[in-house]
T-cell receptor
Framework: DTAVSQTPKYLVTQMGNDKSIKCEQN?????MYWYKQDSKKFLKIMFS???????INETVPNRFSPKSPDKAHLNLHINSLELGDSAVYFC??????????????FGAGSRLTVL | AQSVTQPDIHITVSEGASLELRCNYS??????LFWYVQSPGQGLQLLLK??????LVQGIKGFEAEFKRSQSSFNLRKPSVHWSDAAEYFC?????????????FGTGTQLKVEL
């Protein structure tokens, strides 16, 4: 049973479209994250939710909108997709966000290609 | 702001040889330190972590890392590399306080193993 699962694994779409990536964790964690990995493998945090509340919102275009319906789910919706949005998006979760002494469990990633 | 430097972008070793991957961090105090591994097409898996105590930490798959405060380093080592260790390795630091548990990753080191 996968701890952090993301769907879809691959997503190919045209510029200007809107798409969503879904994430679910069955670890009972309170905190979930979206990370973006660019073509040079650099990983950068985008958002973090703790028990459905947004606690980290990095400098990300407002075309990106995360939603957490409950603490086990964190979705990422992207409007008006641009070429530069092509990347691998990783969902992750951790027990909580009270300290940096928290291990993140990552999903397998969703590779988004914008044509 | 905290930062992580992995000076080696690519490293190639022969199977059975020893390995050391370098990681240096910049932070106001001793942060929480992590090494993650990413196999091709996979998410990130935790290899080991340092929070406090013994500066030599053991991880999975025969890896270990040593925290050296004087050098602001947390280098990853393995005495004998296996072909299956070929992957991308990321060093990361986590903040001492709460506020979201924002991990900062290094740029990664790609390990190739020659048979």
């Amino acid at each position: 049973d996968t701890a952090v699962s993301q769907t879809p694994k691959y997503l190919v779409t045209q510029m200007g479209n809107d798409k969503s990536i879904k994430c679910e964790q069955n670890l009972g964690h309170d905190t979930m994250y979206w990370y973006k990995q660019d073509s040079k493998k650099f990983l950068k945090i985008m958002f973090s939710y703790n028990n459905k509340e947004l606690i980290i919102n990095e400098t990300v275009p407002n075309r990106f909108s995360p939603k957490s319906p409950d603490k086990a789910h964190l979705n990422l919706h992207i409007n008006s997709l641009e070429l530069g949005d092509s990347a691998v998006y990783f969902c992750a979760s951790s027990r909580d966000a009270t300290t940096g002494a928290n291990v993140l469990t990552f999903g397998a990633g969703s590779r988004l290609t914008v044509l | 702001a905290q930062s992580v430097t992995q000076p080696d972008i690519h490293i190639t070793v022969s199977e059975g040889a020893s390995l050391e991957l370098r990681c240096n961090y910049s932070y106001g105090a001793t942060p929480y330190l992590f090494w993650y591994v990413q196999s091709p097409g996979q998410g990130l898996q935790l290899l080991l972590k340092y929070f406090s105590g013994d500066t030599l930490v053991q991880g999975i798959k025969g890896f270990e890392a040593e925290f050296k405060r004087s050098q602001s380093s947390f280098n990853l080592r393995k005495p004998s590399v296996h072909w299956s260790d070929a992957a991308e390795y990321f060093c990361a630091v986590g903040p001492l306080g709460g506020g979201g548990n924002k991990l900062t990753f290094g740029t990664g080191t790609q390990l190739k193993v020659e048979l």
